[in-house]
């Protein structure tokens, strides 16, 4: 159970690394790493519209982040067996 609580929390720390690097500097590093990708879609009158979409990599590495920052939060209120050894 340590060792998952470990990676949720190197999780977290990355996750706030990166929103604070974009806040400071507008330097997004998973976006930079997992570009969203760009499509062209035309319609049936023939307009086409360019459409963005979130990398699906991009996804699972937010989505990871956010467990892990859910996870820490419960561990450090809810769980028992992670505070009887501290």
Avoid at 18 to 42: E, I, Q
Avoid at 58 to 86: D, H, P, R
Wanted: glycine fraction near 6%.
């Amino acid at each position: 159970m340590k060792v998952l609580y470990w990676i949720m929390l190197i999780l977290l720390v990355v996750g706030g690394v990166n929103r604070g690097l974009y806040a400071w500097l507008d330097l997004n590093l998973v976006a930079k790493f997992f570009p969203d990708v760009v499509s062209t879609v035309t319609d049936a009158t023939g307009v086409e519209t360019t459409v963005t979409t979130m990398n699906m990599i991009a996804k699972i590495v937010y989505s990871a982040v956010a467990v892990g920052a859910l996870w820490t939060l419960i561990a450090n209120f809810g769980c028992k067996c992670c505070k009887k050894s501290a």
